[in-house]
């Protein structure tokens, strides 16, 4: 269809401004604006057809003559940013069904194949004003904050891009869960057994850690990925544990990392630490939970009747190396899909006595349930401590020692 017959069945519908008129054309040119290709229609049809040149009179009939607020939305977005930092942005829009049904209904008319949708020029010039009416530089990949402006009521929501922190923590006292646990009588909504808190434990190392950020970052919470998760009455010590710390919707986006380091560990002396914080971010989220690290534990075992040493070094050795089938554990169904994962034992080893537990090192593939793999779970972990001594033993108590973390995988293969 040439631009002379599209402008006159366009115009047939109504009026019609030059942005809305040039987008219909969008693909056909470039370096021009769609103001400026809907200018150059209008020029086209008044030289073909002889007649005189024809501007916009009255509203349109698609945008509703929007693009003459594009100063006054600009303005909103940058009051709506005011008090955030960040130094990039992109704006977004919901734009009013009618809007939109009117555009569609005139593409599918006039079967036209290289429109620009209204929503994508609307976000491109309040963008450009945006930026050019402040300091903000315009990122669509992975901006700062995203505004979204609502042209029916007139508002503009803001979101924030979160930060992430990459750590390690370590965990000296026992009963604290790595992550907030919400209630299990009331699900959250407070009750009777947990004091109206909502939470099954009163504090967690992700609470813990993330207390003395927020306001620091006058952000709305915090989320804790952890490579992993260690049992609640189980210690993390060594080098602690890789976390990655999402912080959501900061308001403030810099900070001293060592002085906040600091800041956790006092605040938190005896029971968390942080060490190694530096900035992260989302991607690296997927390589944390993903990386099958492996894991060094030191247990205290508690074993029926009377074991020698050598017995006992017979069985560990026995299990040095082995592959550990174990169906997912009883004390774990509850929240564990059934079935039966293989695990490997890199390394155990029998250091001694404390009393009159026995002192295991075990190092295990990540996903190795050590308590299973000493008690065997009535059957349900094969091999196990107790099935190879014909003898009942438990785990009284457990200490993570070291976790491998990704940056740690090539020297470990080559050590």
């Given at each position: 269809m040439d631009l002379t017959e599209l402008y006159q069945k366009v115009t047939e519908y109504g009026d019609i401004c030059d942005h809305c008129l040039g987008r219909l054309v969008a693909k056909r040119s470039f370096g021009l604006s769609n103001d400026m290709r809907g200018k150059g229609i209008r020029i086209a049809a008044a030289l073909t057809l002889n007649q005189p040149y024809q501007?916009?009179?009255?509203?349109?009939?698609?945008?509703?003559?929007?693009?003459?607020?594009?100063?006054?939305?600009?303005?909103?977005?940058?009051?709506?940013?005011?008090?955030?930092?960040?130094?990039?942005?992109?704006?977004?829009?919901?734009?009013?069904?009618?809007?939109?049904?009117?555009?569609?209904?005139?593409?599918?008319?006039?079967?036209?194949?290289?429109?620009?949708?209204?929503?994508?020029?609307?976000?491109?010039?309040?963008?450009?004003?945006?930026?050019?009416?402040?300091?903000?530089?315009?990122?669509?990949?992975?901006?700062?904050?995203?505004?979204?402006?609502?042209?029916?009521?007139?508002?503009?929501?803001?979101?924030?891009?979160?930060l992430f922190l990459y750590g390690r923590y370590l965990k000296y006292e026992r009963g604290i869960p790595q992550t907030h646990w919400a209630c299990r009588a009331c699900k959250g909504a407070g009750c009777e057994a947990c004091n109206g808190t909502g939470k099954q434990y009163h504090d967690s190392v992700e609470e813990l850690i993330g207390r003395p950020l927020l306001p620091v970052f006058k952000a709305e919470r915090v989320v804790l990925h952890g490579a992993g998760?260690?049992?609640?009455?189980?210690?993390?010590?060594?080098?602690?544990?890789?976390?990655?710390?999402?912080?959501?919707?900061?308001?403030?986006?810099?900070a001293d990392l060592k002085v906040l380091e600091?800041?956790?560990?006092?605040?938190?002396?005896?029971?968390?630490?942080?060490?190694?914080?530096?900035?992260?971010?989302?991607?690296?989220?997927?390589?944390?939970?993903?990386?099958?690290?492996?894991?060094?534990?030191?247990?205290?075992?508690?074993?029926?009747?009377?074991?020698?040493?050598?017995?006992?070094?017979?069985?560990?050795?026995?299990?040095?190396?082995?592959?550990?089938?174990?169906?997912?554990?009883?004390?774990?169904?509850?929240r564990r899909a059934d079935k039966v994962r293989e695990r490997g034992v890199l390394d155990i080893r029998y250091t001694g006595k404390e009393g009159k537990d026995f002192v295991l090192e075990v190092t295990g593939e990540a996903g190795l349930y050590i308590k299973e793999l000493i008690s065997g779970d009535q059957g349900r972990t094969t091999p196990s401590l107790t099935e190879v001594l014909k003898t009942p033993a438990r785990v009284v108590q457990l200490d993570v020692i070291h976790v491998e973390g990704t940056d740690q995988v090539k020297s470990h293969g080559t050590s």
């Open positions: 501007e916009q009179s009255g509203q349109c009939w698609i945008c509703g003559n929007f693009f003459e607020t594009v100063d006054h939305w600009a303005d909103k977005v940058i009051e709506a940013f005011t008090g955030i930092g960040g130094e990039t942005f992109v704006i977004g829009s919901k734009v009013p069904p009618l809007m939109s049904e009117s555009e569609e209904m005139i593409w599918s008319d006039l079967g036209l194949s290289d429109p620009e949708p209204l929503k994508s020029e609307i976000n491109r010039e309040v963008g450009k004003r945006v930026a050019a009416r402040s300091s903000l530089i315009g990122d669509t990949k992975n901006p700062d904050l995203t505004a979204v402006i609502h042209i029916s009521d007139g508002t503009v929501k803001v979101q924030i891009r979160p998760r260690e049992d609640i009455d189980a210690v993390m010590l060594g080098s602690g544990r890789p976390f990655i710390l999402e912080i959501v919707n900061p308001r403030i986006r810099e600091d800041t956790i560990n006092a605040q938190n002396e005896g029971r968390i630490g942080v060490t190694d914080l530096r900035w992260s971010a989302r991607s690296e989220v997927e390589t944390l939970k993903s990386h099958k690290g492996h894991k060094k534990y030191r247990i205290l075992v508690d074993i029926d009747g009377s074991v020698p040493d050598t017995a006992l070094q017979s069985a560990v050795q026995k299990l040095s190396g082995a592959i550990i089938r174990q169906r997912t554990p009883t004390r774990v169904a509850h």
